[in-house]
């Protein structure tokens, strides 16, 4: 070795004029009261911390507030809020007025703070009080001074961390604050979570991209010049720049070993220094890398057994040659303990993965040793609080594993104290895994099984997997039977009761769930859990449609619950439960504005008790009643409302969360907000359940079939058909989409077998024996279409397809007579669409009837917000009725009307389908009007910009890179989006522009002034 290396010690930043330049301006837009969240990414090595190092100096200098975290690699003892954790205890150090004003925030100190008692349902609001009191002192830090809070090394981030990121960044208004976040994008392989974060940050108008790529050959040598201090000859200078392919580390490490052969890869390089070091350091160096990145002095001097002497000149040796640093000793940063980090974290992969694997196991069993003596408590606390985590992964990684039970119980209690569900599944289920293969599991745990199996199944469910939430509560279940314990054993069913109407097709299952939980506590006194047996029966009931007894149920809890104290929140829960089921029950009664009433008492009582589940269904339930009515607004507001909510306290994917997003995607569809729609019904690599999945895929099915993907809608159709859905709007809208591709594409006797199937599929199996589905309606219409296009093709005589037709449309009219609308009546869209099936009769039988088609563009006017029966306002059409101008303009071409008659149709329904870009409709119309002899002049063909320009801030940043040169999976890459997705936004842009190629694309976007030779840079951090 060369002795001691530099290593950037009083060197300047090299080649990171950009980067720096973008910090620089994030921090100038805070202080002006912009906030900024920026994104650092590169690959490992690059020199990510240094920009960091120089970005808090520069804010330091300018008066900020400086705040940061790191997370570390903790292979699988996944540490709940870990680098926000560093921060709150730095904060509790310098302002610990805030910390105590902020009661939340305790759960986030090191350490940790028991929640104390709390119902399940209470802890539902949990994580929300935690992200709300972190921002709430943000927005306090920033009234006296900008802050600068800075997260490393995101790709390592706990996804309670990641959640409470994303809450911040989406609520960046106004704050003099600059959020940094730096992950390795050399680490983000197609499944890592951090890539769905990503992709949905980087759509924030606030958060922009700060790629840190390699140094260009000149700066590289630069760099390498600056390292050597003139020690090294010219020609190995620009050996050394060259083999570091620009990344900073790696030359620092070439520069340090360049009189040791210089080894190829860079495990060689790293470990070539290291073999450099005396035989003590390098054995010093291999216990401290099983510890992790971070290593306690204490710690290292009981597992390495060595004289107090030796390892301090051990250590000496390691710090002289920077492998190690003493913590806190590199800006930033602060210090609590005495403690040793390796200065770069390949540093220590290098290592550790050199180690035997007898070696290596020895060495975590040491560590767990040492950590399980270190505490005072019995079973029921296997390591001191806030190191069960970091016990388990030792203890399993030694093969001791009693204790990586006792400690996995612990950490999941850990966990949920920090309001951290997805830990706590992760640290539960592997306590589950344990309990078979340790005797006397309970005495070792402190636990029963029970206990830690309802933990597991709550945070399955908290975190968007309704699947495994089943399975684990059907076992919850199952183990409080065997207990005996009616009360206990009451509250686990009712639970289990409502995570089996999460899956359609369950209902029945839930019924009898339901009604045993309420059997077990009836003869008992009034308390919340018989208020709750009542409430969720009577839910279980009004789903089934049993709104007699469903009614006789709520009214019986809200009784139980009246006779409680008004301070017991369990029983507030309940008591709004109750109410939301009877406005429910209203609604179907015919009284929708009386069961808004309702819904308007329960949803402050819900959020009081803290019952989040309670409170999104509200939401769920206003929406959807004003979606019956037509009122597409406003229920979006509601969906939306009901969105931010669940977003914020990470029940996105579970119960009426996910409820709320597929009918806000739908809504959107219906106004004709497709971009949004098809941005929502995106999971963006969302590591979400099969069931999940369906049901979103299954709603944005409607706008990629509209816009005329039809082989990316194959997929996905074939895709849910082998899933064999059972539930019934997956089922509905898998007919639909299908039905309308195959039109579309003139295959009427496919569409005419996916409306059968649909038909069949939502009136049998768990559905038979209810009440006519109102989804037949629709079906039943796109069947009619389907046999007016076979007829008019040839492929079946008429009278064939006019007798099948009429039998469509009586079942459409038999479902309008014995269905139940929620309003007691038929809404606007169930009546659209049975007007659709008379009107396309018409297509068949009798003579064209045009009159059939004005009332088809009348009915569907609540599309674009016109109240029922009144026309829409001139020029201002919804998608389908656009569909209905076409028909209408063929109905009177076929009666003989004068070509000029239809031209204004034609062209009302062209901008209509120009301005959703719906491909095959606007085919359509182009099609009829050659037909016709009518010419559609290409001004108004392609649709002019809206605003600043038709295109989204999305399109263009994917046009921008396509005009860089980029492939559509480089353009993926780049933006965190799939190349399925980078086809689907080019194929929207080229229909917006009139384009039939990328290349035509750029060139029409360039000409109009859409795009500007900046746009190439601006793609980069563009949402």
Request: with cysteine; proline share 5%.
């Given at each position: 070795m060369t002795g001691v290396a530099r290593l950037g010690v009083g060197i300047g930043l090299v080649g990171r004029r950009h980067e720096v330049s973008a910090l620089t301006a994030a921090l100038d837009r805070a202080v002006a009261c912009r906030p900024t969240g920026v994104l650092l990414s590169g690959d490992a090595g690059v020199g990510k911390s240094r920009l960091v190092t120089e970005a808090v100096e520069r804010a330091r200098t300018a008066g900020f507030t400086v705040l940061l975290g790191r997370c570390l690699d903790a292979a699988e003892s996944s540490l709940p809020y870990l680098p926000f954790t560093e921060i709150v205890g730095a904060l509790a150090a310098v302002h610990p007025e805030l910390v105590g004003e902020h009661v939340a925030l305790r759960h986030l100190l090191p350490g940790g703070y028991p929640r104390g008692p709390q119902s399940g349902e209470d802890r539902d609001l949990g994580q929300l009080r935690v992200f709300d009191a972190v921002l709430s002192v943000l927005d306090e830090l920033t009234t006296t001074a900008p802050v600068l809070l800075v997260v490393e090394d995101l790709h390592w981030a706990d996804r309670s961390s990641r959640d409470l990121l994303i809450f911040l960044l989406s609520r960046l208004s106004g704050q003099r604050l600059v959020v940094l976040a730096t992950y390795r994008s050399d680490d983000l392989h197609r499944r890592h979570p951090l890539r769905p974060v990503l992709s949905e940050l980087v759509r924030l108008p606030a958060v922009e991209r700060v790629e840190v790529a390699p140094l260009d050959a000149e700066r590289a040598l630069e760099l390498v010049r600056l390292l050597a201090d003139g020690n090294l000859p010219e020609p190995m200078l620009h050996n050394l720049a060259r083999r570091s392919e620009g990344n900073a580390f790696f030359a620092e490490e070439l520069v340090s070993a360049s009189s040791d052969g210089l080894p190829h890869g860079l495990a060689e390089v790293l470990l070539a220094r290291i073999e450099g070091l005396s035989a003590a350091t390098q054995r010093v160096l291999r216990i401290a890398s099983v510890a992790g990145r971070r290593v306690q002095h204490d710690r290292l001097a009981v597992v390495s057994g060595l004289p107090v002497d030796e390892l301090e000149q051990a250590l000496r040796e390691a710090v002289t040659h920077h492998v190690l640093v003493a913590a806190g000793s590199e800006p930033p940063g602060i210090s609590t303990d005495d403690a040793y980090v390796f200065r770069h974290a390949l540093l220590r992969e290098a290592i550790y993965h050199e180690l035997l694997p007898g070696e290596r196991s020895r060495l975590h069993a040491a560590y767990a040793a040492l950590l399980a003596d270190q505490s005072r408590g019995g079973p029921e606390r296997a390591a001191e609080p806030g190191h069960a985590a970091e016990l388990a992964h030792h203890a399993m990684a030694g093969h001791d594993l009693s204790l990586a039970l006792a400690a996995s119980v612990q950490a999941a209690n850990e966990a949920n104290d920090r309001e951290a569900p997805a830990e706590m599944l992760l640290h539960a289920e592997r306590a589950i895994e344990l309990w078979p293969a340790v005797p006397d599991a309970e005495a070792v745990a402190g636990v029963d099984e029970?206990?830690?199996?309802?933990?597991?199944?709550?945070?399955?469910?908290?975190?968007?997997?309704?699947?495994?939430?089943?399975?684990?509560?059907?076992?919850?279940?199952?183990?409080?039977?065997?207990?005996?314990?009616?009360?206990?054993?009451?509250?686990?069913?009712?639970?289990?009761?409502?995570?089996?109407?999460?899956?359609?097709?369950?209902?029945?299952?839930?019924?009898?769930?339901?009604?045993?939980?309420?059997?077990?506590?009836?003869?008992?006194?009034?308390?919340?859990?018989?208020?709750?047996?009542?409430?969720?029966?009577?839910?279980?009931?009004?789903?089934?449609?049993?709104?007699?007894?469903?009614?006789?149920?709520?009214?019986?809890?809200?009784?139980?619950?009246?006779?409680?104290?008004?301070?017991?929140?369990?029983?507030?829960?309940?008591?709004?439960?109750?109410?939301?089921?009877?406005?429910?029950?209203?609604?179907?009664?015919?009284?929708?504005?009386?069961?808004?009433?309702?819904?308007?008492?329960?949803?402050?009582?819900?959020?009081?008790?803290?019952?989040?589940?309670?409170?999104?269904?509200?939401?769920?339930?206003?929406?959807?009643?004003?979606?019956?009515?037509?009122?597409?607004?406003?229920?979006?507001?509601?969906?939306?409302?009901?969105?931010?909510?669940?977003?914020?306290?990470?029940?996105?994917?579970?119960?009426?969360?996910?409820?709320?997003?597929?009918?806000?995607?739908?809504?959107?569809?219906?106004?004709?907000?497709?971009?949004?729609?098809?941005?929502?019904?995106?999971?963006?690599?969302?590591?979400?359940?099969?069931?999940?999945?369906?049901?979103?895929?299954?709603?944005?099915?409607?706008?990629?079939?509209?816009?005329?993907?039809?082989?990316?809608?194959?997929?996905?159709?074939?895709?849910?058909?082998?899933?064999?859905?059972?539930?019934?709007?997956?089922?509905?809208?898998?007919?639909?989409?299908?039905?309308?591709?195959?039109?579309?594409?003139?295959?009427?006797?496919?569409?005419?077998?996916?409306?059968?199937?649909?038909?069949?599929?939502?009136?049998?199996?768990?559905?038979?024996?209810?009440?006519?589905?109102?989804?037949?309606?629709?079906?039943?219409?796109?069947?009619?279409?389907?046999?007016?296009?076979?007829?008019?093709?040839?492929?079946?005589?008429?009278?064939?397809?006019?007798?099948?037709?009429?039998?469509?449309?009586?079942?459409?009219?038999?479902?309008?007579?014995?269905?139940?609308?929620?309003?007691?009546?038929?809404?606007?869209?169930?009546?659209?669409?049975?007007?659709?099936?008379?009107?396309?009769?018409?297509?068949?039988?009798?003579?064209?009837?045009?009159?059939?088609?004005?009332?088809?563009?009348?009915?569907?006017?609540?599309?674009?917000?016109?109240?029922?029966?009144?026309?829409?306002?001139?020029?201002?059409?919804?998608?389908?009725?656009?569909?209905?101008?076409?028909?209408?303009?063929?109905?009177?071409?076929?009666?003989?009307?004068?070509?000029?008659?239809?031209?204004?149709?034609?062209?009302?329904?062209?901008?209509?389908?120009?301005?959703?870009?719906?491909?095959?409709?606007?085919?359509?119309?182009?099609?009829?009007?050659?037909?016709?002899?009518?010419?559609?002049?290409?001004?108004?063909?392609?649709?002019?910009?809206?605003?600043?320009?038709?295109?989204?801030?999305?399109?263009?940043?994917?046009?921008?890179?396509?005009?860089?040169?980029?492939?559509?999976?480089?353009?993926?890459?780049?933006?965190?989006?799939?190349?399925?997705?980078?086809?689907?936004?080019?194929?929207?842009?080229?229909?917006?522009?009139?384009?039939?190629?990328?290349?035509?694309?750029?060139?029409?976007?360039?000409?109009?002034?859409?795009?500007?030779?900046?746009?190439?840079?601006?793609?980069?951090?563009?949402?």
């Open positions: 029970g206990t830690i199996t309802r933990w597991a199944a709550w945070g399955a469910s908290a975190t968007g997997d309704p699947d495994r939430g089943i399975a684990l509560g059907r076992r919850a279940l199952e183990l409080a039977d065997q207990r005996g314990d009616p009360m206990r054993t009451a509250a686990i069913a009712r639970r289990y009761a409502l995570r089996l109407l999460d899956l359609s097709g369950r209902e029945q299952e839930a019924l009898e769930v339901a009604r045993r939980a309420l059997q077990l506590v009836a003869d008992a006194g009034p308390s919340a859990t018989l208020a709750w047996g009542h409430a969720v029966l009577a839910r279980v009931l009004g789903t089934l449609d049993h709104f007699t007894e469903a009614v006789l149920q709520a009214e019986t809890a809200l009784e139980v619950a009246r006779r409680l104290p008004p301070d017991d929140l369990s029983a507030v829960g309940a008591t709004a439960d109750a109410l939301v089921t009877l406005a429910v029950c209203e609604e179907y009664g015919g009284n929708p504005v009386r069961a808004r009433q309702r819904l308007g008492e329960a949803k402050p009582l819900a959020r009081r008790s803290g019952n989040l589940s309670v409170e999104l269904r509200a939401y769920f339930a206003v929406g959807i009643s004003l979606l019956d009515e037509g009122r597409l607004a406003e229920a979006g507001d509601e969906f939306a409302a009901g969105e931010e909510r669940a977003a914020a306290t990470g029940t996105t994917w579970g119960g009426y969360g996910l409820e709320c997003r597929v009918a806000h995607v739908i809504a959107r569809f219906l106004r004709g907000d497709w971009d949004d729609a098809e941005a929502a019904a995106e999971l963006a690599g969302e590591s979400v359940s099969a069931t999940v999945a369906s049901r979103l895929t299954a709603a944005g099915l409607l706008t990629s079939v509209a816009r005329g993907r039809f082989d990316a809608a194959a997929r996905r159709l074939v895709e849910l058909g082998d899933s064999s859905p059972v539930d019934d709007q997956v089922i509905m809208l898998m007919g639909e989409a299908g039905a309308e591709a195959a039109l579309w594409q003139s295959r009427p006797a496919e569409a005419a077998e996916h409306v059968t199937a649909a038909l069949a599929g939502i009136n049998s199996g768990p559905h038979a024996g209810q009440a006519p589905h109102l989804g037949g309606i629709m079906l039943a219409a796109l069947g009619v279409s389907a046999q007016a296009d076979l007829a008019a093709a040839g492929q079946v005589p008429v009278a064939e397809a006019a007798e099948a037709a009429r039998m469509l449309v009586a079942t459409a009219e038999h479902t309008e007579a014995h269905g139940l609308p929620r309003a007691g009546t038929l809404g606007p869209e169930g009546r659209a669409w049975l007007c659709r099936a008379r009107a396309e009769l018409t297509r068949i039988a009798g003579p064209p009837d045009p009159s059939a088609w004005d009332s088809l563009v009348t009915a569907f006017g609540y599309e674009t917000g016109a109240h029922p029966g009144e026309p829409p306002a001139a020029g201002s059409y919804g998608y389908r009725q656009a569909y209905a101008l076409l028909r209408r303009a063929e109905a009177l071409l076929e009666g003989g009307a004068p070509h000029g008659q239809v031209e204004p149709d034609l062209r009302a329904a062209l901008r209509t389908a120009e301005r959703l870009s719906a491909r095959p409709l606007a085919e359509a119309v182009r099609t009829l009007a050659a037909r016709a002899g009518v010419r559609l002049d290409p001004t108004h063909v392609r649709p002019e910009p809206v605003g600043p320009g038709p295109l989204t801030p999305r399109e263009r940043s994917v046009l921008a890179l396509v005009a860089a040169g980029h492939t559509n999976r480089q353009v993926g890459a780049e933006l965190f989006i799939s190349e399925k997705t980078v086809s689907v936004h080019l194929s929207r842009v080229m229909a917006k522009l009139g384009a039939s190629s990328r290349t035509e694309a750029v060139s029409v976007a360039y000409t109009r002034g859409l795009l500007a030779p900046a746009d190439r840079e601006m793609a980069r951090a563009d949402p």
